[in-house]
């Protein structure tokens, strides 16, 4: 119904600065709330952000402690789209990292409906 992928993921130093873009397609963008999330191999899918997305083109945001001040997420209707700008990177910032689609914004992993194949952040330093 509502195919989701990430793309952005990449290499960087400590201290740098990536965009990671989760494209929609099949439904509404809209419709949903988005939500970001970051795995490391043999560990639980840990929640990075959420966006909320109204009618009247206002937003409400959470953020996980961890990024909260560093990380940003957005999104473009236009393009079907949502962003999540990462800043001042950090090494344990070095994951898998997922757009999510669900019919409401939370931390909780098992309440969105949709998800992408994901995307390699890897931090050095």
């Known amino acids: 119904q509502v195919q989701l992928a990430e793309s952005g993921g990449g290499l960087v130093q400590a201290g740098g600065s990536l965009r990671l873009s989760c494209a929609a397609s099949?439904?509404?963008?809209?419709?949903?709330?988005m939500g970001w999330f970051r795995q490391v191999p043999g560990k639980e899918r840990d929640f990075i952000a959420f966006?909320?997305?109204?009618?009247?083109?206002?937003?409400?945001?959470e953020y996980a402690g961890s990024v909260k001040g560093r990380f940003t997420i957005s999104g473009d209707n236009a393009k079907n789209t949502v962003y999540l700008q990462m800043n001042s990177l950090k090494p344990e910032d070095t994951a898998v990292y997922y757009c999510?689609?669900?019919?409401?914004?939370?931390?909780?992993?098992?309440?969105?409906?949709?998800w992408g194949q994901g995307t390699q952040v890897t931090v050095s330093s």
């Open positions: 099949g439904r509404t963008f809209s419709s949903y709330a």
């Open positions: 999510a689609a669900g019919g409401l914004g939370t931390r909780d992993p098992r309440k969105y409906d949709y």
């Open positions: 966006i909320r997305r109204s009618d009247d083109n206002t937003y409400y945001a």
